[in-house]
């Protein structure tokens, strides 16, 4: 089966401007967790998404925001760039809630923020 | 404070020798632990989760609560076995994972 994809895979940005990332879950998966990953901070948890409900959130500020729809996939979005914003971003999926079932990591958005 | 350290940045060994990845943890409760890899190239994937207690290819890892860790360990390295290695933890009520910094292993021929 097809695995997690992530659109787009690049992205070039200048500070200020507001980006939306999008990843689709495998199929019948339900929960979409993402990350940043970063060189200084590595892989961070920014929040999870099951049932187009946010069940988690990680110490992002509120620039960072995110929604599920009901067909599991879910797009992130980040307000007002800045340049500490560049990093990876990376999405998981999972068949139910929790972590009861391996996160399967999509290929990643790589931001640059300029 | 939940927390997982890999307190190495790089491991590089020759092939055929013993590997051992550290990874030790704070967290205050039952955590689950895991050990994901990531090859060039390729998506992050797991590799092992310390509550299915099994080998894969050739790795093990021990979940130690009374030292908090929970090193990866290979008894023969493996030139393939070369990638980025996390070691990570998550409560058994939420899908949020936190990961340690990572360790770069290098098998030379």
């Known amino acids: 089966k097809a695995g997690v994809t992530q659109t787009p895979r690049y992205l070039i940005k200048t500070r200020g401007q507001q980006v939306t990332l999008s990843c689709s879950p495998i199929s019948g998966h339900r929960s979409v967790s993402w990350y940043q990953q970063t060189p200084g901070q590595g892989l961070q948890f920014l929040f999870e998404y099951f049932s187009e409900t946010q069940r988690n959130k990680g110490n992002f500020p509120g620039r960072f925001s995110g929604r599920q729809f009901s067909n599991s996939r879910s797009e992130m979005n980040v307000s007002t760039l800045e340049l500490g914003d560049s990093a990876l971003y990376l999405c998981a999926s999972s068949r139910d809630q929790g972590i009861k079932d391996e996160q399967y990591f999509g290929p990643g958005t790589r931001l640059t923020v300029t | ?109």
Request: charge should be positive; charged fraction near 20%; include cysteine.
């Open chain 2, 1 to 109: 404070a939940q927390r997982v350290t890999q307190p190495e940045k790089l491991l590089s060994v020759f092939k055929g020798a013993p590997v051992e990845l550290k990874c030790n943890y704070s967290y205050s409760g039952s955590p689950e632990l895991f050990w994901y890899v990531q090859y060039s190239r390729q998506r992050l994937q797991l590799l092992l989760r310390h509550i299915s207690r099994e080998s894969i290819k050739g790795f093990t890892a021990d979940l130690n609560k009374g030292e908090t860790s929970f090193h990866l360990k290979k008894p023969f390295a493996q030139e393939e076995d070369s990638a980025m290695y996390y070691c990570a933890l998550s409560s058994s009520n939420t899908g949020k994972l936190i990961f340690g910094q990572g360790t770069t292993l290098q098998v030379k021929p």
